[in-house]
């Protein structure tokens, strides 16, 4: 079945170091890519998203390209800020059943700890 | 638009209750997802709901499980005979009608269920 894959954690980095958060996965089909954050005391949150290869999303400076070759869709943000501190997690959307249709539900990954100081 | 609202926030109950938990997604979103997540980990998938019709199911799903969208607005998610390990946060999200490849899920805030 489908499955995401995240580096281990937690992460702590300097406020503006560069970040990468690594991602592989194993699908089935043609998965969609997403990452999502989860800020101290909220729900999740749709961060960036990629739905083919070669496509790269990008939101609030964080960026990440579908790999297709590599099975990967890493994180990255060039200078990380305080605000950024929270859980982020990669997922994938791919497809649910022998017949094609998506029901559009995702598959996460364990979710990264990042922790930015100033 | 007020979001995805889920009720209550936290439960705590003991070994063999029963529990319900509700979830109201934003309106008009037709398409309906229960989620589990434990600590240290990312949400599992749990049910997928499209109106009313319960369309899909995960193993992680037993039958002490059971959910409902009986009108196609919000939904119950219930547990019967709780175990410990059904200690987790669940974790509701809906989405508008298909529209392309993609529409986005939005995830409420939680209930957290606590099995003592």
């Known amino acids: 079945g489908d499955s995401v894959t995240q580096m281990e954690g937690p992460v702590t980095l300097s406020e503006e170091a560069f970040l990468t958060i690594n991602c592989t996965y194993t699908a089935t089909g043609y998965p969609s890519l997403f990452w999502y954050v989860q800020y101290p005391g909220e729900g999740l949150q749709l961060l960036l998203k990629a739905t083919k290869a070669d496509d790269k999303g990008s939101n609030k400076g964080f960026e990440a390209t579908y790999r297709k070759e590599t099975t990967s869709f890493h994180l990255e943000k060039g200078s990380v800020q305080v605000s950024d501190s929270a859980v982020y997690f990669c997922a994938l959307r791919g497809w649910s059943n022998a017949g094609g249709t998506s029901y559009g539900k995702l598959t996460f990954g364990q979710g990264t700890i990042l922790t930015v100081h100033p | 638009d007020t979001g995805v609202s889920q009720d209550p926030r936290h439960k705590i109950t003991k070994r063999g209750q029963n529990v319900t938990f509700r979830c109201d997604p934003i309106s008009e979103h037709n398409r309906l997802y229960w989620y589990r997540q434990t600590l240290g980990q990312g949400p599992e998938f749990l049910t997928y709901?499209?109106?009313?019709?319960?369309?899909?199911k995960s193993r992680l799903l037993s039958d002490r499980f059971s959910a409902e969208r009986p009108k196609g607005s919000f939904s119950t998610l219930e547990i019967q005979r709780t175990e410990q390990g059904d200690s987790a946060m669940y974790l509701c999200?809906?989405?508008?009608?298909?529209?392309?490849?993609?529409?986005?899920?939005?995830f409420g805030p939680g209930t957290r269920l606590t099995v003592l």
């Open positions: 999200a809906s989405s508008p009608p298909l529209a392309g490849d993609y529409n986005e899920q939005f």
């Open positions: 709901f499209q109106n009313e019709a319960q369309l899909e």
